[in-house]
């Protein structure tokens, strides 16, 4: 028993500075963001109160002189008064549609990765220096990622442009244009970004088909079975572990996004490419609207929440 | 499935498939090694007249590339060490050590990995501002880094730690060593390979962010690359020739790190997401 | 291990203290700049060296952010921890700040030189009584176009009303160019069409009741002048890939030849190419009603010292310095702009500038620009409004629709 105590000492000892930072920046802002997403808080005001309960301030005294709101004459305000603007905010739909659009769309970089991993998952001396030049996008910072697909697909100079012109794909007087379509712009982004995540998901699935045992593989060869069946039947089952990592990674991703929105279109044309981390990030800081800021970020963490608990259930039982 | 020898068909593709993948980089190679002159002519796409590598040096010089190189470096070390340290004492204690509240503060940990982290945008701003003044410091970038990439690194060393038999703390525990010298002695040296694996993972992480230094800093003079790659592309609009070259000094300490420590990296990558 | 972390801890609360004693000490003065292109960093720094020859006491530091950057940073560290000296726009995007009690009024630094400065430029550096800024620049507003692709067009002169604008437009694109180039990536550039459209059909003075939140943005009277706007849009007048562009790759359209005019700032003379040297002119806005008088848009940028400034002193004394008209007048003589201290030269060699005070001299009024006459929240809407507006002209009343909502939440009536 002095063993079991002498451990538990220890263990918060070791975890102790962990802690003290991971709940001063990680768990206690997760309750900041949700208190403040009641509020009206402009950044400016010393006083962060409840838009419900703002009346209390102005009655005491006069503040400091820097509220925004038009006085104490106003009836109280609901403290989901946020909620309700967001539910009437056209661009936080937009934002939230895209954001589902980055969820699906974003997710075929894993089948990209996967043909990447199957063609690409040969014994050559070769095929290491194929792989490496292909994982090379992977540890790219996204600003680098943004500025240069922002000048490959560059609407008028762009090479894309140039080279579909050359090849008389597009006419002399036609435009492709992605990133100025207010349909396509979230198209050229998602393509942007699944460059380097696709590199991403071929590490995790090339790894994956080392670890297949392949005695199994030989068996069912030599038993006659089709290569596609042996793909569908026994290889992407085995291979379901590096599945499930790369769809919650790739999920999160999705849901993230900020980089190379603010970078390629700064949300643009007129926010039709807009997402709910930029949007939160430009009523905030741009706007001056903190708590409106935090409300979006709320919902963006809820959205988030039902993966997490879905991943952490998952990992859970596998740990058990 | 594998191992099997491709004909010249297979290698003609795969050489294709590369080219266009790495098309978009080679459009800023190009663009890199332009004279301004050419681009106002709006001659993007030949061969250049003469290669242009003074736009390197206008963007690492007079770009303050130099400076912003040093920052990063100044940030993201200091950063990967302390996250070392504190997520290998972390994960011994989560591993090997019997206290009720360990499955919980794992949860906790990967729970923090998946966070999207505009949850914790202005708190963080708030808290360096008003509660550490660590704002524009680079000491608070270090702080934020440090606590937000805990929670993978926690949870990845202890996955590493647990593959670590029992019997050898066990015996060390009789022998009345200190679970700081098991941890000091006996364990640190065997997370070596994840110790090493994790940096790199930690280094590229950290060193490509952009949102947390856009938030944090505010000085010029403290900006890491990828800040002051953005702010330069603000000041260099249409200078394609001096962005693309901007971009890619800040894309070369990322991929020498991965073309050295490769193995590394994708060990780091793979037993991440293994369990 | 908890014996390094109170060491860690003690060494950054030391850090901290002795960056904090730094900033305390006598004679430094940080100014915060979004001047960043060039030829304004260099025409900065030459004054700048001035200031410090005179002030060898003072150890000058600047942070030059680039424009679109700044503009959104500033909120950040203004209320926070504010340089000594910080650039700015003047009209209603700086009195935003005044309202918070962010800016400290120099209505002593504006003694000595009032005589030197015009009414218009005291009007939009006073709020409330006080002035709070100090104006450095300003400059003119119209259309720089290329001379030979006009000449090419069978366009002989400069349009000067409207009916010989949309004349000339529908040549040049007879011709086989753009007519107009613009890049709304950032979307103002799009609002000086607005600007310029309801100052030429409803006038001066509706158009800043209208800005200032007394107007109502579905008025027909609005989209009337909008309606002209739309015609041009619908005539293919403006590129198709507008949206993905920023004011400078606009431009290169125009240094290439592929379009023949641009209705932008002064501040695109100094970027011509040196090739296109007299190929390149320019035109005020044409008129479009005769009955109303000219008006012309001419934004002012001013310099201002934040309310949480650490040295004032030495803040005011570069204001002072600011003021001066030999100061203005090589700052200005450098960036190709004007000074609003009216014993300052402007440049008699920069045929641009000559064009520019010509007109802004004639005009019946000055107004600053949409996004600094408009409030902010109101301005944002509108311009991502007019973008969306030029790429689908007919969605026209959602857009003023959406204008209207934000001004009434924003203004309150």
Same mark, same amino acid.
């Given at each position: 028993m002095p063993q079991r105590h002498e451990q538990r000492k220890a263990a918060w000892l070791f975890l102790f500075p962990s802690l003290v930072l991971y709940a001063l920046y990680v768990v206690l802002p997760i309750f900041f963001t949700l208190y403040l997403s009641t509020t009206t808080w402009d950044g400016f005001s010393a006083r962060v109160l409840p838009a419900c309960l703002e009346f209390l301030a102005n009655s005491e005294e006069l503040g400091t #002189?820097?509220?925004?709101? #038009? #006085?104490?004459?106003e009836a109280p305000v609901s403290c989901f008064a946020n909620y309700a603007e967001l539910w009437n905010d056209d661009v936080f739909w937009v934002a939230l549609r895209n954001n589902l659009l980055w969820l699906v769309f974003f997710s075929l970089s894993a089948f990209v990765g996967l043909a990447l991993a199957l063609f690409f998952h040969v014994k050559a001396r070769a095929a290491s220096f194929y792989k490496s030049m292909f994982f090379m996008p992977m540890v790219f910072s996204l600003v680098v990622v943004g500025t240069i697909w922002g000048w490959f697909l560059q609407p008028e100079f762009g090479l894309l442009e140039f080279l579909l012109k050359k090849m008389h794909i597009l006419g002399e007087d036609e435009q492709f244009g992605l990133l100025a379509s207010f349909h396509w712009a979230t198209a050229g982004l998602i393509v942007a970004a699944a460059w380097p995540h696709a590199a991403y998901c071929m590490v995790l699935y090339l790894a994956g088909l080392s670890n297949l045992q392949r005695n199994v593989l030989e068996a069912a060869l030599i038993d006659g079975v089709s290569r596609w069946q042996l793909l569908w039947h026994i290889v992407l089952p085995m291979l379901r572990p590096a599945t499930i990592v790369v769809t919650i990674v790739t999920m999160i991703g999705a849901l993230r996004s900020f980089d190379l929105v603010a970078i390629m279109t700064g949300g643009g044309p007129a926010n039709s490419s807009n997402v709910l981390a930029l949007y939160m990030y430009q009523q905030t800081f741009e706007n001056n609207r903190y708590g409106y800021g935090a409300a979006i970020a709320t919902v963006l963490f809820a959205v988030s929440l039902l993966l997490i608990v879905a991943y952490l259930r998952q990992t859970s039982r596998d740990q058990n | 499935m594998e191992e099997r020898v491709r004909g010249p068909v297979y290698w003609i593709f795969a050489t294709l498939l590369l080219v266009l993948w790495v098309s978009p980089i080679l459009a800023s190679l190009l663009t890199s090694v332009k004279t301004l002159d050419e681009l106002n002519r709006g001659d993007?796409?030949?061969?250049?007249?003469?290669?242009?590598?003074e736009n390197y040096y206008e963007a690492f010089v007079n770009g303050g590339f130099s400076r912003y190189f040093v920052n990063s470096l100044l940030i993201t070390i200091p950063s990967v060490i302390a996250i070392l340290f504190l997520s290998s004492a972390g994960g011994y204690a989560l591993a090997k050590l019997r206290f009720k509240a360990a499955p919980y503060l794992l949860l906790m940990f990967v729970g923090g990995m998946l966070l999207p982290f505009q949850i914790l945008l202005i708190p963080v701003f708030y808290l360096s501002n008003h509660v550490l003044g660590t704002y524009d410091t680079r000491l608070g970038l270090v702080l934020f880094h440090t606590a937000f990439q805990l929670g993978f690194a926690t949870f990845f060393m202890r996955n590493f730690v647990r593959t670590i038999p029992d019997g050898i703390i066990e015996a060390a525990r009789i022998d009345g060593c200190s679970e700081w010298r098991i941890y000091r002695r006996i364990v640190l040296p065997l997370m070596r390979p994840a110790l090493a694996a994790l940096a790199t993972l930690l280094f590229t992480w950290i060193w490509n962010d952009y949102l947390w230094a856009l938030i944090l800093l505010q000085t010029d003079t403290l900006k890491p690359i990828t800040a002051g790659l953005q702010n330069l592309k603000g000041q260099w609009i249409a200078s394609y020739h001096l962005q693309s070259a901007g971009a890619v000094i800040a894309a070369i300490p990322p991929v020498l790190m991965f073309a050295f420590l490769q193995k590394h990296f994708i060990r780091g990558l793979t037993m991440g997401s293994g369990k | 291990m908890m014996q390094r972390s109170l060491v860690a801890l003690a060494s950054s609360a030391a850090f901290l203290f002795l960056s904090v004693g730094q900033a305390l000490a006598a004679g430094n003065l940080v100014i915060n700049s979004m001047h960043s292109d060039p030829s304004a960093k260099k025409a900065f720094d030459a004054v700048l060296e001035k200031f410090k020859a005179e002030n060898k006491d003072i150890n000058v530091t600047v942070n030059v952010i680039d424009h679109e950057s700044y503009k959104i940073q500033i909120r950040t560290w203004l209320p926070n921890n504010p340089p000594d000296v910080a650039t700015w726009f003047a009209g209603n995007r700086a009195k935003f700040f005044v309202d918070k009690k962010l800016v400290e009024p120099i209505d002593d630094v504006w003694k000595p030189v009032e005589a030197d400065f015009g009414e218009g430029a005291k009007k939009a550096v006073t709020f409330g009584g006080k002035k709070y800024l100090m104006p450095a620049t300003y400059y003119h507003w119209g259309f720089y176009y290329r001379k030979d692709l006009f000449e090419k067009a069978g366009v002989s002169k400069a349009p000067a009303t409207w009916t010989e604008f949309t004349d000339a437009v529908k040549k040049l694109k007879a011709s086989g160019v753009t007519p107009i180039t613009i890049g709304t990536k950032q979307a103002w550039p799009s609002a000086a069409w607005f600007d310029f459209l309801d100052l030429r059909v409803n006038g001066y003075d509706f158009h800043m009741a209208l800005l200032a939140g007394n107007g109502n943005y579905t008025d027909p009277k609005v989209k009337k002048a909008m309606g002209l706007w739309a015609d041009l849009v619908k005539d293919g007048a403006f590129p198709k890939n507008a949206a993905a562009m920023t004011w400078q790759e606009a431009a290169a359209l125009l240094w290439q030849g592929k379009a023949a005019m641009y209705l932008m700032g002064n501040f695109v003379s100094t970027e011509i190419p040196k090739e296109l040297a007299g190929k390149v002119d320019f035109f005020p806005f044409p008129e479009v009603d005769p009955n109303v008088p000219v008006s012309q848009v001419a934004p002012t940028d001013v310099y201002f010292i934040p309310a949480k400034a650490k040295n004032k002193a030495n803040a005011k004394k570069f204001l002072s310095f600011m003021a001066r008209p030999e100061s203005q007048q090589l700052y200005n003589e450098m960036n190709a702009l004007l000074s609003p201290n009216t014993k300052a030269k402007s440049d008699p060699n920069n045929l641009f500038l000559q064009k520019g005070s010509a007109i802004l001299g004639e005009a019946k009024g000055l107004s600053q620009f949409f996004d600094r006459d408009a409030e902010p929240e109101v301005a944002k809407v509108g311009m991502d409004g007019f973008v969306e507006f030029m790429a689908y002209p007919d969605r026209l009343d959602s857009v003023l629709a959406k204008m209207e909502a934000t001004r009434k939440r924003v203004h309150k009536k």
């Open positions: #002189g820097a509220s925004l709101s #038009g #006085g104490s004459t | 993007y796409w030949t061969w250049p007249q003469k290669l242009a590598f | -």
